[in-house]
């Protein structure tokens, strides 16, 4: 049943699902990759190699875009190539390819040839600029495509994220230029990256990504990577207990913290050091950087919070509006992502959050399951100066003058393509089970189900008519609940957590019947290890 409910059906795609490929055994087919520009791509970069080219490797400042740039400069680099990386400043360059940077690299680097990685996609008229100055570009990016694209050599796919499509690359160049032995040596380290920007940039874990998460998280776990052991060190973790958890929440924030508020280079120094004493002290600023970026973004949610309390949002007649939309000249361009997604979070709808200039504007957006975000944005293109993105996630920049006009259109677009129900959030969960069924061996089985993350979700339970013997309020501002579950036949009790859920508190009186649904969860606390209950709802039942 969790199989098919993941679409695995034939005998062949439960094997593929249950025991993952080594994604070096992938071929560019396998990820809808162009095989011919996959090839144009290595032919030109080992011809840099040969006659010493400067190459510069310009990467996005995000955690997938750190992880791709240091994938493919650590690879040119140790097959002998003259490349330096490239990170525009968030602010004063903005999103991928500009003219100012690509003046920036010619001040600095003169380079024959630029390899974009996480971006250039949408970037016809920079890759134009570029090559009127004599400068060659290979795009590896997995945006989605626009109309008019870039004249150059492309390796592009959407199934994987742009570490990916740069991990590809280095696999071929590695196999091209230096046969299979060095693909397996370096290759579990360049693994561990493509598997944190994986993770990070929220590409379904599903096909070759699942393949990479789960091969990547076991080359972290025993890594001696000098940069991921600081950077784990220094987020208060061990190597050898890393899951996806970890690398979404703990690891890849720092590393995207550099590019929202300082500069993303620092973090690609620290995963391609040599150096433990320079790692050390670049994964420390990483961490300060990420606290610092925690209260800010914190300040901004509350100051849109607040000011969408009487307007935009919440009452026009008796319905809220289907898409938020807000702006205000204090926010930070690193951390209006961010906020949009807390919006989301807290409202289930579409926003859309400003940081507002004098004259430009730049703005983040995220969505909900079933409107695409970045094309809704797309449709407005007439009044945008550009735009980039996926489906759940988009990123623009308008002329301030023109907000207005814009909010009215993507109000107006969510009004006619979102349904009052889109607007409601679902839990799906897997299957009905009682108690009796939540036992070791089926937390050991559902081990195969993972890596766990988008696309894969952790399989989620429901147990009817339960009853609640205890609950107390647990963690700062008893903001969660501990329970202890058990039935009414066998008398099997079962701790429990729910998360956020300590307003339930008063409601639950002794044997208190419930339905619950879940997650199964091993609580291992000073040596000894317990079966646990992840609440993810409760239904209150009459007593």
Known sequence: MLLENRGVKTKKEKELFLNPPDPYTLSAEDVEINNEQLKKATTRIKKAIKNKESIVVYADYDADGITAGAIMWETIHGLGGNIMPYIPHRVEEGYGLSVKGIDQVIADYHPGLIVTVDHGITAKEKVSYAKKQGIDVIVTDHHTKPKALPECTIVHTTTLCGAGVAWFVAKELLRVLKGSHLVSVQGETLTELTAIGTIADMVPLVGANRAIVKYGLEAINKTSRVGLEALIADAGLTVGALGTYEVSHMLAPRLNAMGRLEHALDALRMLCTKQKEKAMLLAQKLGLTNKER?????????????????????????????????????????????????????????????????????????????????????????????????????????????????????????????????????????????????????????????????GNAEPVFMTRTVLVKD????????????????????????????????????????????????????????????????VKDVQLLPQ
């Open 294 to 454: 925690q209260q800010l973004t914190l300040d901004t949610l509350t100051h849109a919070l607040d000011a969408l309390k009487g307007v935009t949002l919440h009452r026009q007649g008796d319905t809220l509006k289907k898409l938020i939309f807000i702006s205000h000249e204090s926010y930070n361009q690193g951390v209006i992502g961010l906020v949009a997604g807390k919006l989301v979070e807290e409202f289930y709808r579409p926003a859309i959050v400003v940081s507002k200039g004098e004259f430009i504007s730049k703005a983040s957006a995220r969505s909900v399951s079933g409107f695409n975000i970045v094309e809704a944005i797309r449709s407005c293109s007439d009044i945008l100066v550009d735009v980039g993105g996926h489906p759940m996630a988009a990123g623009f920049t308008v002329e301030t003058a023109r907000l207005e006009i814009l909010q009215e259109r993507m109000e107006e677009i969510a009004a006619k393509q979102l349904t009052e129900e889109q607007l409601i959030r679902t839990l799906h969960i897997d299957m009905e089970i009682p108690l009796e069924a939540v036992t070791e061996d089926l937390w050991n089985a559902l081990r195969d189900f993972e890596p766990f993350g988008f």
């Open 471 to 534: 609950a107390r309020l647990v963690g700062k501002d008893g903001k969660h609940l501990k329970l202890r579950i058990t039935n009414h036949e066998s008398r099997i009790t079962i701790d429990a957590i729910a998360f956020g859920m300590g307003e339930l508190y008063g409601k639950l009186k002794s044997d208190q019947p419930v339905d619950i649904a879940y997650t199964i969860d091993m609580n291992v606390w000073n040596g000894s290890k317990k079966l646990q209950l992840k």
